[in-house]
T-cell receptor, first 113, second 118 residues
Framework: DAKTTQPTSMDCAEGRAANLPCNHS???????VYWYRQIHSQGPQYIIH???NNETNEMASLIITEDRKSSTLILPHATLRDTAVYYC??????????????FGKGTLLTVNP | KAGVTQTPRYLIKTRGQQVTLSCSPI?????VSWYQQTPGQGLQFLFE???????NKGNFPGRFSGRQFSNSRSEMNVSTLELGDSALYLC?????????????????FGAGSRLTVL
């Protein structure tokens, strides 16, 4: 079962920042938060991941709260091509033979012109 | 560099048949995992292979099986197909199995194989 909670859908105007929230209140100390997105009929695409500190790469920024119970993915200047389902995932298990990624339903982000 | 390649991209089968899907990971990636995606259930983990050994398995019946070859390429097989097996089957590769040395594991997905069972 997914251990994350995301809104089902969100809208964003083109050129504006898109802020996608995720709750992961049961996250444990050594679990990473990953974000992937899936554009219709394609495989999921990795965006960013983090443990405790805020992270930024060429695609997005990830803000993780100090208690690590929630995070926000920020697309600073959304474009129409960012319309996709965004998945927030935490690693399930303790690694080794118990490792797997569990995807929830994700958030459908629609970027409007 | 080449991405994860899945074949075939589309296929149609009838109930009771079996199907084999193939996945070629990124060069240098030794871990391959498989996922099933349906509109109702979303993305569900099937299994993961590393060094030709199944390391992890999701909650799917024994009709779903897989294997990995010495070159890290992987196949999955579904026997006695049912209508509910219609789905997009996704393969993902990563450099390591489970957690990497940094404690994280980033997956690169293929475009998927869309199976329709009639």
């Amino acid at each position: 079962d997914a251990k994350t909670t995301q809104p089902t859908s969100m809208d964003c105007a083109e050129g504006r920042a898109a802020n996608l929230p995720c709750n992961h209140s049961t996250i444990s100390g050594n679990e990473y938060v990953y974000w992937y997105r899936q554009i219709h009929s394609q495989g999921p695409q990795y965006i960013i991941h983090g443990l405790k500190n805020n992270e930024t790469n060429e695609m997005a920024s990830l803000i993780i709260t100090e208690d690590r119970k929630s995070s926000t993915l920020i697309l600073p200047h959304a474009t129409l091509r960012d319309t996709a389902v965004y998945y927030c995932i935490v690693r399930v298990g303790s690694g080794g033979s118990n490792y797997k990624l569990t995807f929830g339903k994700g958030t459908l982000l629609t970027v409007n012109p | 560099k080449a991405g994860v390649t899945q074949t075939p991209r589309y296929l149609i089968k009838t109930r009771g048949q079996q199907v084999t899907l193939s996945c070629s990971p990124i060069s240098g990636h030794r871990s391959v995992s498989w996922y099933q995606q349906t509109p109702g259930q979303g993305l569900q983990f099937l299994f993961e292979y590393f060094s030709e050994t199944q390391r992890n398995k999701g909650n799917f019946p024994g009709r779903f099986s897989g294997r990995q070859f010495s070159n890290s390429r992987s196949e999955m097989n579904v026997s006695t197909l049912e209508l509910g097996d219609s789905a997009l089957y996704l393969c993902a590769s990563s450099r390591t199995q489970g957690l990497g040395s940094s404690g994280a594991n980033v997956l690169t997905f293929g475009a998927g194989s869309r199976l329709t069972v009639l």
